[in-house]
């Protein structure tokens, strides 16, 4: 969906290295998110955000943090990658009110940690 | 939320109805029925949802069985962009907490010409 991108769609970092992915919106949705996908495996949740001022810790926080910048940008940083953090990470954002809530998501990025 | 249980892959024909099964025999009166689908290495796509009656929008139908144990997502016309991976997910009420948006290994459709 072109309305949620996703920056890099691919990176290659080394262990120890700050890294960002960036997230931006244009369907004008407070609700934004961060997953990360593995082989076999869901989607599992990172952090979200229900607007500007809020964020929230996902099941698996630890070794990431979030900025949201404005309502359209979301971005996640790891703060000192290491390889178990490679992964497909993908961004959403969701429109409507629970249980009727739709999520949509960006291509995704997939990070390698060597 | 509610596991769910889906065949791990099916092919259909081009142009045939694609029907993709998903059990979730465990699932309680205010979990909806998602279904989302992901193109290879592309993100999830909302496909549908309901509750207990069936619906159809543009992309698909969704039956949904009287004792909502189980239902069917149905592609009427399928194409070879069809071809993915369907994930049928139930879920509650978003929670305060964390909310996985859990695709288990869903089913995999290959659209055949």
């Known amino acids: 969906d072109a309305d949620v991108t996703q920056t890099p769609r691919n990176r290659i970092t080394k262990t120890g290295k700050r890294i960002m992915l960036e997230c931006s919106q244009t369907?004008?949705?407070?609700?934004m998110y961060w997953y990360r996908q593995d082989p076999g495996l869901g989607l599992r949740l990172i952090y979200y955000?229900?607007?500007?001022?809020?964020?929230n810790k996902g099941e698996i926080s630890d070794g990431y943090s979030v900025s949201r910048q404005a309502q359209a940008k979301f971005s996640l940083s790891l703060e000192s990658a290491i390889p178990n953090q490679t992964a497909l990470y993908f961004c959403?954002?969701?429109?409507?009110?629970?249980?009727?809530?739709?999520?949509?998501f960006g291509p995704g990025t997939r990070l390698l940690v060597l | 939320d509610a596991k769910t249980t889906q065949p791990p892959s099916m092919d259909c024909a081009e142009g045939r109805a694609a029907n993709l099964p998903c059990n979730h025999s465990?699932?309680?009166?205010?979990?909806?029925v998602y279904w989302y689908r992901q193109i290879h290495s592309q993100g999830p796509q909302y496909i549908i949802h309901?509750?207990?009656n069936n619906e159809t929008n543009e992309m698909a139908s969704l039956i949904i069985t009287e004792d909502r144990k189980s239902s069917t997502l149905i592609l009427p016309h399928a194409t070879l962009r069809d071809t993915a991976v369907y994930y049928c997910?139930?879920?509650?009420?978003?929670?305060?907490?964390?909310?996985?948006?859990?695709f288990g290994t869903g089913t995999r459709l290959t659209v055949i010409p």
């Open positions: 959403a954002t969701s429109e409507g009110l629970p249980p009727r809530e739709t999520q949509y």
């Open positions: 369907k004008g949705h407070d609700r």
């Open positions: 955000s229900f607007d500007v001022k809020d964020i």
């Open positions: 465990t699932i309680s009166g205010n979990e909806y």
């Open positions: 309901g509750l207990k």
């Open positions: 997910i139930v879920r509650v009420v978003f929670q305060t907490g964390a909310n996985n948006l859990f």
